[in-house]
């Protein structure tokens, strides 16, 4: 994170912390989130009265900026949940929650369900389809963990947590945490998430089989012979994506329950996709990820209240 960024009034004030989040999530009106209605609520003023209240003077009840968000409930100060937006979204391979917790000065527990409440406002549930016509679509699996309940077995990753990863060449990626990665999986990731008119690449494997005939070319690359490049079909996107990805779970996180894997590779499918190359910085990042936090709260029971 540059030092500009760090020197920014509302990452250390309160009430200036509040009224950037509000300039974000309100730049189009102020809506009650309790009736709905927009720019029909007065700040609430007096010694007593708590930073950022309005009261809505159609339903006549009082709302802040976090109602309905991921703050909501918290009793975390708003401008420590900045702190800790920028941190997760600034850190290319994540940020451990010992450390997190160390440098806002909270509990463990707090920053291990603060940042799970911020990779919930990382996901961005994107729909539109990857790569177009004459456009790269680089496809990989990997395995990570350990699955709870399987006897570790030979060959297959089949104790382990399988994921399958989409790279627009030069774009975005899509990850998904999978059952068991074969090729009805694979295909049906690569229809619901690629453009048929895409051209394909991946290994040799034959998870990709079924793929054919949902792309215009499924050209592949041979690793087993030592073939990892020929002309421009390649999968080393993918593979540059998953080395930052298991890197980070591996040396970062250590250790991550299969629950709560699909909130991780939001986490890396969001710095990946808001990357320097792309032209997105980490203040810029953060911003985006803020843009995220609306309708979006979590509980510490639906998250699992188990730290990981």
């Given at each position: ?8 009034p ?17 730049a ?48 975390i ?5 900045l ?37 919930a ?15 790269i679509?680089?496809?990989d ?74 792309v215009?070319?499924h ?71 803020l ?9 510490y ?8």
């Open positions: 994170m540059s030092k500009s960024a760090l020197s920014r509302y990452l250390h004030d309160e009430k200036a912390a509040y009224a950037f989040v509000e300039s974000q999530l309100w189009d009106g102020r809506p009650c989130p309790h009736c709905g209605v927009l720019d029909e609520s007065t700040a609430l003023k007096g010694k007593s009265t708590r930073i950022g209240v309005y009261k809505c003077r159609a339903c006549r009840k009082p709302f802040t900026v976090k109602v309905g968000t991921i703050f909501e409930a918290s009793h100060k708003l401008h420590v949940w702190q800790a937006i920028f941190l997760l979204s600034s850190s290319k391979k994540g940020i451990s929650s010992n450390q997190l917790g160390r440098s806002l000065g909270i509990t463990l527990k707090s920053a291990w369900f603060l940042s799970h409440r911020i990779r406002a990382m996901a961005d549930g994107g729909l539109a389809a990857l790569g177009g016509e004459g456009q679509v680089e496809a699996e990997t395995y990570i963990g350990r699955r709870k309940g399987r006897a570790v077995k030979r060959g297959g990753g089949y104790h382990k947590n399988a994921v399958v990863s989409l790279v627009e060449r030069g774009g975005k990626v899509r990850s998904f945490h999978v059952d068991r990665a074969d090729k009805s999986a694979v295909a049906q990731i690569v229809m619901g998430h690629v453009a048929p008119a895409s051209r394909l690449h991946t290994d040799e494997s034959r998870l990709y089989a079924g793929a054919n005939a949902h215009a070319t050209e592949t690359v041979n690793h087993g012979n030592l073939e990892y490049a020929r002309g421009d079909v390649t999968t080393n996107s993918v593979e540059g994506f998953f080395s930052i990805f298991k890197r980070g779970m591996k040396g970062i996180y250590q250790h991550c329950q299969e629950k709560h894997l699909h909130r991780y590779l939001s986490e890396y499918d969001f710095r990946y996709n808001n990357r320097i190359a792309l032209g997105v910085g980490d203040e810029a990042r953060a911003a985006i990820a843009k995220g936090v609306v309708g979006k709260r979590l509980t029971k639906t998250v699992g209240g188990v730290h990981a």
